[in-house]
Protein backbone atom coordinates (compact mmCIF):
# COMPACT_ATOMS: atom_id res chain seq x y z
CA UNK A 1 0.00 0.00 0.00
CA UNK A 2 1.22 3.61 -0.86
CA UNK A 3 1.74 6.65 1.39
CA UNK A 4 -0.47 9.56 0.77
CA UNK A 5 0.42 12.01 -1.87
CA UNK A 6 1.83 15.01 0.08
CA UNK A 7 2.26 18.84 -1.19
CA UNK A 8 5.73 18.88 -2.42
CA UNK A 9 7.86 21.98 -3.10
CA UNK A 10 11.39 21.36 -4.77
CA UNK A 11 14.09 24.01 -4.64
CA UNK A 12 17.71 24.27 -4.58
CA UNK A 13 19.52 23.57 -1.65
CA UNK A 14 20.71 25.66 1.04
CA UNK A 15 23.24 26.00 3.84
CA UNK A 16 20.04 25.69 6.91
CA UNK A 17 19.40 22.05 5.13
CA UNK A 18 22.75 20.57 5.95
CA UNK A 19 21.53 19.31 9.56
CA UNK A 20 18.58 17.56 7.97
CA UNK A 21 20.05 16.17 4.60
CA UNK A 22 23.18 14.70 7.13
CA UNK A 23 20.31 13.24 8.77
CA UNK A 24 19.01 11.83 5.74
CA UNK A 25 22.02 10.65 4.75
CA UNK A 26 23.50 8.79 7.61
CA UNK A 27 20.10 6.71 8.15
CA UNK A 28 21.64 5.00 4.64
CA UNK A 29 24.89 5.22 5.88
CA UNK A 30 23.71 2.92 9.17
CA UNK A 31 21.04 0.89 7.68
CA UNK A 32 21.38 0.28 4.11
CA UNK A 33 24.11 -0.89 1.64
CA UNK A 34 22.47 1.93 -0.66
CA UNK A 35 25.88 4.33 -0.01
CA UNK A 36 29.41 2.51 0.81
CA UNK A 37 30.18 5.38 3.16
CA UNK A 38 30.64 3.07 6.34
CA UNK A 39 30.76 6.05 8.99
CA UNK A 40 28.15 8.49 10.34
CA UNK A 41 28.49 12.39 9.24
CA UNK A 42 28.66 15.27 11.44
CA UNK A 43 26.82 18.59 9.91
CA UNK A 44 30.24 20.23 9.58
CA UNK A 45 31.57 17.04 7.70
CA UNK A 46 29.11 17.30 5.09
CA UNK A 47 29.26 20.80 4.66
CA UNK A 48 32.28 20.96 2.06
CA UNK A 49 29.40 18.52 -0.33
CA UNK A 50 27.02 20.67 0.24
CA UNK A 51 29.00 23.90 -0.76
CA UNK A 52 30.03 22.05 -4.05
CA UNK A 53 26.45 21.86 -5.24
CA UNK A 54 25.71 25.36 -6.56
CA UNK A 55 22.46 26.88 -7.43
CA UNK A 56 23.67 26.86 -11.06
CA UNK A 57 26.35 24.41 -13.63
CA UNK A 58 26.77 20.95 -13.18
CA UNK A 59 26.25 20.05 -9.66
CA UNK A 60 23.02 20.75 -7.81
CA UNK A 61 20.77 20.16 -4.80
CA UNK A 62 17.77 19.88 -4.57
CA UNK A 63 15.30 19.49 -1.93
CA UNK A 64 11.52 18.22 -1.22
CA UNK A 65 9.96 20.44 1.32
CA UNK A 66 6.34 19.08 2.85
CA UNK A 67 4.70 22.28 1.90
CA UNK A 68 2.59 22.50 4.88
CA UNK A 69 5.04 21.61 7.71
CA UNK A 70 8.13 22.26 5.68
CA UNK A 71 9.63 19.28 6.74
CA UNK A 72 12.34 17.97 4.24
CA UNK A 73 11.22 14.47 3.00
CA UNK A 74 14.53 14.17 0.38
CA UNK A 75 17.32 15.32 -1.90
CA UNK A 76 18.47 14.53 -5.31
CA UNK A 77 22.05 15.46 -6.61
CA UNK A 78 24.08 16.05 -10.16
CA UNK A 79 27.63 15.70 -8.74
CA UNK A 80 31.01 15.79 -10.59
CA UNK A 81 31.12 11.82 -12.47
CA UNK A 82 34.91 11.75 -12.12
CA UNK A 83 37.55 13.96 -11.14
CA UNK A 84 39.31 14.31 -14.87
CA UNK A 85 38.93 17.13 -16.68
CA UNK A 86 37.49 15.45 -19.72
CA UNK A 87 34.72 13.24 -17.16
CA UNK A 88 33.16 17.05 -16.64
CA UNK A 89 30.58 16.88 -19.27
CA UNK A 90 29.52 13.67 -17.19
CA UNK A 91 27.70 13.42 -13.84
CA UNK A 92 26.53 11.18 -11.31
CA UNK A 93 23.31 11.81 -9.92
CA UNK A 94 21.38 10.27 -6.82
CA UNK A 95 18.31 10.47 -4.75
CA UNK A 96 18.19 10.45 -0.88
CA UNK A 97 14.67 9.93 0.63
CA UNK A 98 13.49 10.49 4.37
CA UNK A 99 13.14 6.70 5.58
CA UNK A 100 9.31 7.56 5.65
CA UNK A 101 9.08 9.98 2.56
CA UNK A 102 8.95 6.56 -0.22
CA UNK A 103 6.11 6.13 -2.30
CA UNK A 104 4.67 9.26 -2.49
CA UNK A 105 6.37 10.64 -5.94
CA UNK A 106 9.02 12.59 -3.70
CA UNK A 107 11.87 10.82 -6.23
CA UNK A 108 10.27 11.53 -9.53
CA UNK A 109 9.60 15.17 -8.46
CA UNK A 110 12.93 15.31 -6.96
CA UNK A 111 14.61 13.97 -10.25
CA UNK A 112 12.24 16.02 -12.61
CA UNK A 113 13.10 19.73 -11.56
CA UNK A 114 16.88 18.66 -11.03
CA UNK A 115 16.75 17.49 -15.20
CA UNK A 116 15.00 20.57 -16.35
CA UNK A 117 17.92 22.74 -13.61
CA UNK A 118 20.33 20.85 -16.04
CA UNK A 119 18.53 21.72 -19.72
CA UNK A 120 21.00 24.50 -20.16
CA UNK A 121 24.27 23.41 -18.20
CA UNK A 122 26.66 21.99 -20.65
CA UNK A 123 26.08 18.30 -19.43
CA UNK A 124 25.90 15.15 -21.60
CA UNK A 125 25.13 11.69 -19.81
CA UNK A 126 23.85 11.53 -16.06
CA UNK A 127 24.97 8.04 -14.44
CA UNK A 128 23.65 6.41 -11.80
CA UNK A 129 25.05 3.34 -9.61
CA UNK A 130 22.52 1.57 -7.72
CA UNK A 131 23.71 -1.30 -4.89
CA UNK A 132 21.78 -4.44 -5.66
CA UNK A 133 19.07 -5.26 -5.26
CA UNK A 134 16.97 -1.95 -5.27
CA UNK A 135 14.00 -2.19 -7.10
CA UNK A 136 12.68 1.18 -6.45
CA UNK A 137 15.93 2.95 -7.42
CA UNK A 138 15.40 0.69 -10.96
CA UNK A 139 12.35 1.75 -11.23
CA UNK A 140 12.84 5.16 -10.59
CA UNK A 141 16.02 5.51 -12.99
CA UNK A 142 13.93 3.66 -15.57
CA UNK A 143 11.44 5.65 -15.35
CA UNK A 144 13.60 8.90 -16.74
CA UNK A 145 14.94 7.19 -19.50
CA UNK A 146 18.53 5.70 -17.87
CA UNK A 147 19.61 2.46 -19.13
CA UNK A 148 21.25 -0.60 -18.01
CA UNK A 149 25.26 -0.07 -18.97
CA UNK A 150 26.54 -2.98 -16.64
CA UNK A 151 27.10 -4.37 -13.65
CA UNK A 152 30.31 -4.06 -11.27
CA UNK A 153 30.31 -7.25 -9.16
CA UNK A 154 30.79 -7.15 -5.48
CA UNK A 155 32.48 -3.87 -5.75
CA UNK A 156 32.15 -3.25 -1.84
CA UNK A 157 32.22 -4.35 1.35
CA UNK A 158 29.41 -3.34 4.01
CA UNK A 159 27.69 -4.92 6.87
CA UNK A 160 30.16 -8.14 6.35
CA UNK A 161 28.81 -8.96 2.94
CA UNK A 162 29.80 -8.34 -0.89
CA UNK A 163 27.33 -5.97 -3.09
CA UNK A 164 27.40 -5.45 -6.75
CA UNK A 165 26.39 -2.01 -8.64
CA UNK A 166 24.35 -1.51 -11.56
CA UNK A 167 25.68 1.32 -13.45
CA UNK A 168 22.54 3.15 -15.61
CA UNK A 169 23.18 6.19 -17.97
CA UNK A 170 21.27 8.98 -19.48
CA UNK A 171 21.52 10.81 -22.28
CA UNK A 172 21.04 14.58 -21.38
Partial sequence: MSAEPVEVQVRPG????????????????????ITFDTAVFTPEERRPWLLSHLEDGRHR???????????????????????RPAYGTSVEVSVYLAPDA????????????????????????????????????TRLHERFGFRYVGTYREVGRKFGRYWDVAWYEKEL
Avoid: C, W
Wanted: charged fraction near 20%; hydrophobic fraction near 40%.
Fill in 14 to 33: VETDLAVLTDIYNHYVRETP
Fill in 102 to 137: GGRGVGTLLYKALFEALVDEDVHRAYAGIAQPNPPS
Fill in 61 to 83: LMVAVETGSQRILGYATSSAFRT
